[in-house]
């Protein structure tokens, strides 16, 4: 066995109640990385609500989390607005009951030389990553406070560790997301609410070869110490596992799942 192959579903590696009681929503949770953590848990014992602001992709989700036995709830929002996000969480907590986990997960990306980089272009990225996760953990965050806390879990990116050419709006709004969990982490320990940031690599899904239009090139792997891309259920157990109480005293973390990108290795063969 090497340390780079197919990370194993959490159902092998998780007790079957790790969320047991808990209430999750997951924006971007009907494709990609938010699909496969909304999957996972409810797998775990936690009811979920995902949303995003295509309701085709929430519905099929939903059913799925449904057929696993906890309660779902779909609704559609854009994280670039403030009144839009309140709508979403007065409907989960209307629905489910509550929120005691969040995962920042909405995003945004597309490729272009940043003197092509239109100030729309950039608002529309910004706007998803910084301003969405910062809309809705102020807005979650206002009900956690009053409930006894809970757990934030954004999501971030390798890319706002380095330069990120091409996405200069990607990883500078990732940059934000992660200084912005710090912030909370410190000012929100007092109401029990942790936030830690999860920062994938290189990681296969439809909407990073749609920002790329393709394939990922061969030519990224030389960034990785890891011998393969990474894949959406990579990111899972370590979100899991933030957003658990086995991760009680662990906040204002910054953890990366990204097969050693961050390395930049580059072996003398």
């Not at 003197?115 to 529309?124: I, K, P, Q, T, V």
């Not at 709004?173 to 940031?197: D, F």
Request: net charge negative; with cysteine; glycine share 14%.
């Amino acid at each position: 066995m090497t340390g780079f192959e197919p990370t194993p579903p959490t159902t092998a590696i998780y007790s079957d109640d790790l969320l047991a009681g808990e209430t999750a929503l997951i924006t971007g949770g009907g494709t990609g990385i938010g699909k496969e953590i909304a999957l996972a848990m409810a797998d775990h014992g936690a009811d979920v609500a995902i949303a995003s602001r295509n309701m085709d992709h929430l519905e099929p989700v939903a059913e799925e989390i449904e057929e696993k036995g906890q309660n779902a709830c779909a609704t559609t929002v854009d994280v670039r607005d403030r009144e839009k996000v309140d709508e979403m969480t007065d409907t989960v907590v209307d629905e489910l009951g509550g929120v005691s986990i969040l995962v920042n997960n909405a995003g945004a990306n597309f490729v272009t030389p940043t003197e092509n980089l239109s100030a729309n272009g950039w608002r529309s990225v910004v706007g998803t990553i910084l301003d969405g996760t910062a809309y809705c953990s102020f807005s979650v965050g206002e009900h956690m406070i009053d409930n006894g806390g809970g757990s934030i879990v954004s999501m971030g990116a390798t890319n706002s560790a380095f330069g990120a050419p091409y996405h200069a709006h990607s990883g500078a709004g990732k940059a934000g997301v992660h200084n912005l969990m710090q912030s909370l982490a410190s000012e929100w320990a007092k109401y029990g609410i942790r936030a830690n940031t999860v920062a994938p690599g290189i990681i296969e899904t439809e909407g990073i070869t749609g920002a790329v239009g393709g394939e990922l090139p061969d030519a990224l792997m030389e960034d990785l110490a890891a011998d393969r891309f990474g894949t959406a259920a990579d990111c899972v157990p370590l979100t899991l596992f933030l957003a658990s109480p086995a991760a009680n005293y662990v906040t204002g973390g910054y953890f990366t799942v990204d097969g050693g990108h961050l390395l930049h290795q580059s072996p003398m063969e």
